[in-house]
């Protein structure tokens, strides 16, 4: 059984970083496409990057692109999402999530019914 734990919300001022880390166990992140989305209170769940199983393509959806770099380390089986230049409209609760039975050409997925496996997520909270 896949499992995935994220770390590194908080509390930041608007244009301030963060780098939120998803732990994966009972695989290896390399097996998997991954993707990171996020809910704020009252919206539905959206997707914020995604990579896909060979982790040679990315995705990202328009208000985060070209400041939220995703990427993987296998070494520490862990997926990070950089979060720079953080704005308020940024505040809600990140998951992390993992899709299984991917080849090297798969992905990456956008849609949260396209994964398997979800974190318990982890606030973050911008404050201008």
């Known amino acids: 059984q896949v499992q995935l734990v994220e770390t590194g919300g908080g509390l930041v001022l608007a244009g301030d970083s963060l780098r939120l880390s998803c732990v994966v166990s009972?695989?290896?992140?390399?097996?998997?496409?991954m993707g990171w989305f996020r809910q704020a209170p009252g919206k539905e769940r959206e997707v914020v990057a995604a990579?896909?199983?060979?982790?040679?393509?990315?995705a990202y959806e328009d208000p985060v692109e070209g400041r939220f770099p995703i990427s993987r380390d296998v070494a520490k089986n862990t997926l990070y999402l950089q979060m720079n230049s953080l704005k308020p409209e940024d505040t809600a609760v990140y998951y992390c999530?993992?899709?299984?039975?991917?080849?090297?050409?798969?992905?990456?997925?956008?849609?949260?019914?396209?994964?398997?496996?979800w974190g318990q997520g982890t606030q973050v909270t911008v404050s201008s």
């Open positions: 990579i896909s199983w060979s982790g040679n393509m990315t």
């Open positions: 999530a993992a899709r299984g039975g991917d080849n090297w050409y798969s992905g990456p997925y956008r849609e949260s019914n396209d994964y398997d496996w």
């Open positions: 009972g695989g290896t992140c390399d097996k998997y496409g």
